[in-house]
């Protein structure tokens, strides 16, 4: 991936230029040619124009433009669709701020009516696509609308080749075990997933080491191994191998703040007197940090310690969450508390097949989004259905949206309005959405909303206030996730570390996984080959309130080029392994950013229970609005594929009803 022939760039600082920015070809030499704006004028672009002509289907081409905002983004079939690319943020800011204006009502029809239109091509709205064709036999017909270039919501994969070799790392869904819910196990055994699974490992000449096939389990739940490392930066920088797994021994922690935090991981607390219900109710009345420091007289640097951690597998940190939310995704702090039907769910969906290393797709969650959309159509991926196959070959995107197909998937299409038409079984839904510039509109005799309620707000004419109230209750914070490709990873072997810990600096974690063998995609396992190094990034922002946090978050994510967040995560990784023989200009042959604007639904006290006789937000929009049905992971609150799964099965029933 380096490019020798490259004009070396005049702009560069010399820190960029220490860092091999000059060498990577990653940076296509947009630099010279591209004048960056400030932070201000990127979040300020409206939404592009409205052509006046509809535009031919998209074709796949080579190589996608350089775009300050967006920067390198991999090669093959997702190289045009890395997390919110500057084409997607525009169109829904677009919507947000009625760009589209007078020019919806005027949008021509495409003359397409269809017995259900899907708005979200997330696992909820692939799910609910399912589910449709599953009990109809394929009879019912649907049109699913996404505004990203290529299906699958935030389960998608990074593609790279460093040194004739294939890496796919993933966007951002990940962990995705075999489940145990029964229609769900059903499900992932009719689409063709595999129940077994093989990964790369080291020869046996080469020093053992334990490699976590996630990003996510071994931050918390699964990280007391020999091969995690946490790097400390006082009293002077050093590595702590396996801190959890040695007492915390070596760590900088005062003795006070070190017993606190092994209280919080291993202190048993009186069981619960009441039933699930109760003990729910309770532990939505306060934040997690609330709780551990009243309820457990634990140190608030136990919340400090957990918040990066907690934001990034739920998306804000322990000062503002609910407690409820940390109870039913297994966080510390209530052994001995007891069980509910919730917390057994998150536990199921999370029993992997290795309950200390996870289980993982080489794309993440990917391998599951592109089996269900080769089952919805056969045609959508080349090859049988085999998962290799599957999963190795390329996207027909010709196919994706052909006539005469039960479940058309129509990409790069925003819907800017939603407005019913009549009631009763011959009522129908009238949808507009923006592609390529131009509206267009399209009926259907009922609608599944599959996509976040922020969006739902801005397009539904015509919705009751109760709804607008409770959509108004699904705050949200965005993530980055970064996928680094390495020429080689001899700078961690030589450390012994596969997974990485600090605190301050850019992210807070990152680890490299064995790559998992998927038909002829078989990367070897060896510290002088080319692997991909993955970092998650939250934005929680201490101090500030729930909605606030995500705001300053989402700004951040936002008005930061490319070019900036090279420089953090290049600086980062010296900080790390400079001392270990890293070197930026020989080691890092690209790096590709995964930004998602409104990643996660933010479930502050409250958010879990009803007040005053009134139901909760989540489900009163788990009730049909006329001939529109809601089914999104927000509904949750701690939002993972088995849930956004049991929304868009559930929408997509309520559905068959009404048909």
């Known amino acids: 991936m380096r490019d020798a022939s490259r004009t070396p760039d005049p702009e560069l600082t010399a820190e960029e ?97 269809y017995d259900v239109v899907i708005v979200g091509g997330g696992f909820a709205g692939t799910i609910a696509a399912y589910t449709l064709l599953k009990a109809s036999d394929r009879k019912r017909t649907c049109l699913m609308l996404d505004n990203h270039p290529i299906i699958g919501g935030e389960a998608k994969r990074n593609e790279f080749v460093v040194r004739g070799q294939r890496l796919i790392g993933p966007q951002g869904s990940n962990e995705g ?11 992932w055994l009719d689409i063709g997933l595999p129940t077994e699974f093989e990964y790369g490992a080291l020869r046996p000449d080469r020093r053992p080491m334990v490699f976590p096939r996630t990003n996510y389990q071994w931050q918390l739940w699964s990280d007391d191994f020999e091969s995690h490392g946490f790097f400390y930066d006082t009293p002077t920088p050093h590595w702590v191998r396996n801190p959890w797994g040695h007492n915390l021994e070596g760590t900088p922690y005062p003795d006070d703040v070190k017993r606190d935090l092994l209280r919080w991981r291993n202190e048993r607390v009186e069981p619960w007197k009441g039933d699930a219900e109760s ?10 940090e609330q709780y551990l420091t009243k309820e457990r007289k634990l140190s608030p640097e136990v919340s400090r310690y957990v918040d990066p951690i907690y934001a990034s597998g739920i998306g804000l940190g322990a000062d503002v969450l609910s407690a409820y939310s940390a109870y039913s995704v297994s966080l510390p702090g209530f052994v001995g508390l007891g069980v509910d039907k919730d917390r057994e769910a998150f536990t199921s969906s999370h029993a992997l097949t290795d309950a200390r290393l996870g289980n993982s797709f080489p794309g993440g969650n990917d391998g599951i989004q592109r089996c269900i959309v080769k089952w919805l159509n056969p045609e959508a991926i080349e090859g049988s259905t085999q998962f290799a196959e599957v999963h190795n070959r390329r996207i027909r995107f010709d196919m994706l949206d052909r006539p005469n197909t039960p479940c058309r998937m ?41 996509a976040a309620s922020w969006t739902a707000k801005h397009a539904m004419e015509g919705l009751p206030d109760d709804y607008r109230t409770a959509m108004d209750s699904f705050p949200r914070s965005p993530m980055l996730s970064v996928n680094v490709a390495l020429d080689n990873w001899r700078f961690l072997y030589d450390l012994g570390f596969s997974a990485c810990s600090w605190r301050g600096g850019f992210g ?22 080319p692997n991909l190094f993955t970092f998650y990034v939250p934005f929680n922002q201490y101090g500030l309130s729930l909605v606030d946090q995500g705001k300053v978050g989402r700004q951040k994510l ?15 990784m010296v900080t790390l392994f400079g001392n270990s023989g890293f070197d930026p200009k020989r080691d890092v042959a690209g790096i590709v950013l995964n930004r998602w604007g409104h990643a996660y639904c933010n479930a502050g006290p409250g958010f879990y229970t009803p007040r005053n006789g009134q139901p909760t937000a989540a489900d009163l929009l788990r009730r049909p609005w006329g001939r529109v049905t809601f089914g999104h992971s927000e509904l949750n609150g701690n939002q993972h594929w088995p849930v956004a799964a049991a929304e868009g099965h559930r929408a997509a029933q309520q559905v068959l009803a009404m048909l």
């Open 17 to 113: 230029r220490e860092l091999g920015m000059d060498r990577d070809i990653t940076r296509r030499d947009f630099l010279n040619t591209v004048a960056l704006g400030t932070g201000a004028a990127l979040l300020g672009t409206a939404a592009p124009g409205l052509a006046s002509k509809a535009v031919a289907q998209p074709t796949p081409v080579p190589a996608p433009p350089w775009h300050p905002f967006t920067g390198y983004s991999g090669i093959g079939d997702y190289a045009r669709s890395n997390g919110n690319t500057w084409d997607v943020v525009s169109a829904g800011h677009g919507l947000r701020d009625g760009t589209y204006g007078r020019a919806m009502a005027a949008a021509p029809d495409t003359g397409e009516v």
């Open 177 to 187: 075990g075999v489940p145990r819910l029964d229609w769900l196990k059903d499900m």
């Open 279 to 288: 003990l729910k109710l309770w532990l939505d009345t306060m934040t997690y």
């Open 410 to 450: 129509r990409t790069g299409a925003t819907v800017v309005r939603v407005v019913q038409n009549g009631e009763g079984p011959t009522g129908t839904v009238t949808v507009t959405y923006a592609k390529d510039g131009t509206l267009h509109t399209v009926r259907g005799r009922t609608i599944i909303w599959s």
């Open 508 to 529: 807070f974690t990152g680890n490299m996984r064995p790559n998992m063998y998927v038909g002829d995609y078989r990367p070897p396992l060896d510290p002088d080959q």
């Open 558 to 572: 936002l008005s930061t080029s490319y070019r900036d967040y090279e420089t953090q995560i290049l600086k980062q």
